[in-house]
């Protein structure tokens, strides 16, 4: 069978008139990255907010017209800044601390263009891929952003599968649970100066 190296997304830039060269992969990639630089230049926000445009507003954000059916006019916080991350499709909304508070996903590929925000938690439970051995995990921990502030390592002797993973997060969950009772709430502990 012969194949001719032409993708669905070039097909459909073809259709639409964009010409067959718009669909390649090295145009996408082009096109995600502009669409980071330009939403990082904006004051363009996703309609489309985790947990809801109430946690964003109660965070400071205010919310204007409507610009297209995935984005509308915002103002940040007074202080915060936006951010470009490594990956093209990804950028950080950050505080006047200069701490991540918000991930901003946007596809800018014609074929497949969305977006969206969501808040992030300042403390969350997760294997530590900080501390490794042997290219693999040996902790779960619970982290202040990025940084881990309390661990729960695998025992030595322990086979680190799923279930052995599951049990030493329940463990490091409820501990989580005791220390910040409202940690699921991206709005919540901010403040604190610990």
Partial sequence: MKTTNITPA???AAFEGRGLLAGTPEAIIASEKA??????????????LY???EAFEKV?????????DIFTKAELPQGWTREAANHDMHSYILDEKKR???L?????????RRANARLERRYSVGTNYLNLVN????EVAIFDQDKPIETFP?????????TTRRRVENIAAQRFKQLYPNGDDPTAYWDDET
């Fill in 10 to 12: 070039m097909l459909k």
């Fill in 35 to 48: 669409g980071q630089t330009e939403l990082v230049s904006s004051t363009n926000m996703p309609k489309q």
């Fill in 51 to 53: 947990p809801n445009q």
């Fill in 60 to 68: 400071g954000f205010k919310f204007g017209q409507e610009i297209d």
């Fill in 100 to 102: 991540k508070r918000v």
């Fill in 104 to 112: 901003v996903f946007y596809k800018a590929a014609f074929y497949d």
């Fill in 135 to 138: 290219d693999r995990p040996v």
């Fill in 154 to 162: 695998f025992e030595q002797t322990e086979t680190v599968d799923y």
